[in-house]
């Protein structure tokens, strides 16, 4: 089609020197081109000199379906109700309608009555001729077709023609651009195109010397690199980590979404009739149901600290049971794992050691998904184990991550954990929204949960987790948490979303 295209283009200049296309449009009708493809050839044929191309616009006028339909008819609306309204003598506008129809009644009813050519009799309401009928002609009629005839130029009628049609939405004025196309410096009749590459056969047959080569375009845009994108979840992620890493706390192995309730609930002194292991909040799992194993004796000294409690507690006073601890359910948070470690931590060889630990990853609640929930979402977790912190060394961690992350007012209020006493939710203030925001939840975690672990008494564990989500949308300025993850994520924001750094304060 290009090479059809430009040889037309070529032969029809190689008429004489002072050949020209004088408008590519009608031309690519003649010659049965597509004119956008015309126009593609002229200007690569004019970059390598062969054609010298102007541009042209023409203005002519488009009609509409009405005018179509008046110039098919021959007869304008107005006319055509005068006619039935002369021919009738009087007639009532229901006999109108079904003589010439309710569209070309309604416009021709209009026109009639501005042109004062028919009136309504007082009484009757009948529809009576004013003027003799010698004294109508059909203007409108007249004035398309002279557009008609002068080719819809826009010189072919007056302004005032023009400006009464346009308000009647009969016709249109249309730019069109197009190109007068004559020989151009480098004229030939056959395009000989320039190698963009040298090739061995080139070289080979020495065909390399006599070879024209197109000269390097040095302002050509490299091709787009299709790298691999972080999702910005995973570049929020990325800085979190840092800062915790910076901190001094160890990543948690948390590749396991699965876990049983015991790790779940019963290790965190979580009564297993607490509302929050209802199926409606919890995603239990069907096969395998149940776990196989958990440590015996640990799980024995749960079970009693539940039934009777230990430690100068007295317990939850209930029927502790294996079955509930065994079933398996897509972990609800990340202290799942905070649990694992710390009884690791207190069963490991040459016993306890002061740690730090962190970990970033997804977790899953059944709930009613809205702009603001999902069933699945990621939290951040971090807790300290050491002999004697107090809720002044949660405090203080806990301002020292937000000032790593720019925010540095906080506000503490009592809440409830079942697993934490004195337990605090955080709220951050956010300067762009101005105003106080939930950011997080945190506690020490009780003896209940500590002392079953055999954790050294004078240990005290302080934690806090709070969802990634949300410093994520406040950081990328995303309003509905579908948009940042889920199926309906735009891939290109994924590409395009800039790194995340936060303005740490300290
Ligand atoms: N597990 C809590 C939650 O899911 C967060 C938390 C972690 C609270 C550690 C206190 C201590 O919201």
């Given at each position: 089609m290009a090479d059809a295209c430009e040889n037309a283009v070529l032969t029809h200049l190689s008429q004489s020197p002072d050949a020209v296309i004088s408008d590519t449009f009608p031309w690519s009708e003649e010659n049965g081109f597509d004119h956008g493809a015309v126009v593609g050839c002229i200007k690569s044929l004019e970059v390598d000199g062969y054609v010298a191309a102007e541009s042209l616009s023409t203005s002519f006028y488009t009609l509409s379906d009405e005018a179509e339909g008046i110039l098919a008819n021959g007869i304008s609306q107005e006319i055509a109700v005068f006619n039935a309204i002369v021919a009738a003598g009087s007639i009532s506008e229901a006999d109108l309608i079904a003589a010439v129809g309710k569209d070309v009644a309604k416009i021709g009813m209009g026109k009639c009555m501005q042109n004062k050519w028919i009136q309504k009799e007082k009484e009757t309401k009948s529809l009576v001729p004013a003027?003799?009928?010698?004294?109508?002609?059909?203007e409108i009629v007249e004035q398309l077709q002279a557009l008609r005839e002068g080719k819809f130029a826009e010189d072919a009628i007056s302004s005032e023609v023009s400006k009464a049609l346009k308000k009647r939405k009969l016709i249109n004025l249309t730019i069109r651009k197009s190109m007068k196309v004559a020989r151009g410096p480098?004229?030939?009749?056959?395009r000989k195109r320039k190698a963009a590459d040298l090739t061995k056969e080139m070289l080979e047959t020495g065909a390399w010397q006599t070879t024209e080569f197109k000269p390097y375009n040095f302002q050509a845009f490299g091709e787009k690199v299709g790298g691999g994108y972080l999702h910005p979840l995973l570049k929020v992620r990325a800085e979190f980590r840092k800062i915790l890493l910076e901190m001094g706390f160890a990543e948690m192995p948390t590749n396991k979404w699965v876990e049983s309730s015991f790790w779940n609930f019963d290790s965190l002194f979580q009564p297993q009739s607490h509302p929050a292991r209802d199926a409606h909040d919890t995603f239990f799992i069907k096969e395998p149901a149940s776990t196989v194993s958990v440590p015996e004796e640990y799980y024995e000294r749960v079970k009693t600290m539940h039934e009777v409690g230990g430690s100068g507690s007295i317990g939850y006073r209930y029927d502790f049971k294996r079955e509930e601890a065994f079933k398996n359910l897509l972990r609800t948070h990340t202290t799942a794992v905070s649990s694992q470690m710390l009884y690791k931590l207190a069963n490991q060889e040459g016993g306890f050691k002061p740690a730090r630990y962190f970990s970033i990853d997804r977790v899953f609640r059944n709930e009613t998904m809205d702009a603001t929930h999902l069933c699945e979402f990621h939290q951040v977790e971090g807790l300290v184990a050491d002999y004697d912190l107090s809720l002044g060394d949660l405090i203080g961690t806990i301002e020292t991550f937000f000032k790593k992350i720019g925010i540095t007012k906080l506000r503490f209020k009592p809440a409830f954990n079942p697993y934490t006493e004195p337990s605090m939710e955080i709220f951050g203030y956010h300067p762009d929204l101005k105003k106080w925001t939930e950011i997080g939840n945190s506690g020490m975690f009780r003896p209940e949960m500590l002392a079953p672990m055999e954790l050294p008494e004078n240990v005290r564990v302080i934690a806090w987790g709070l969802s990634l989500e949300r410093p994520t949308m406040i950081k990328y300025r995303i309003k509905n948490i579908r948009e940042l993850f889920g199926?309906?994520?735009d891939m290109g924001r994924t590409r395009t979303a800039p790194v995340c750094r936060f303005d740490s304060q300290a």
């Open positions: 003027v003799a009928a010698g004294d109508v002609k059909d480098s004229y030939a009749p056959v199926h309906k994520v």
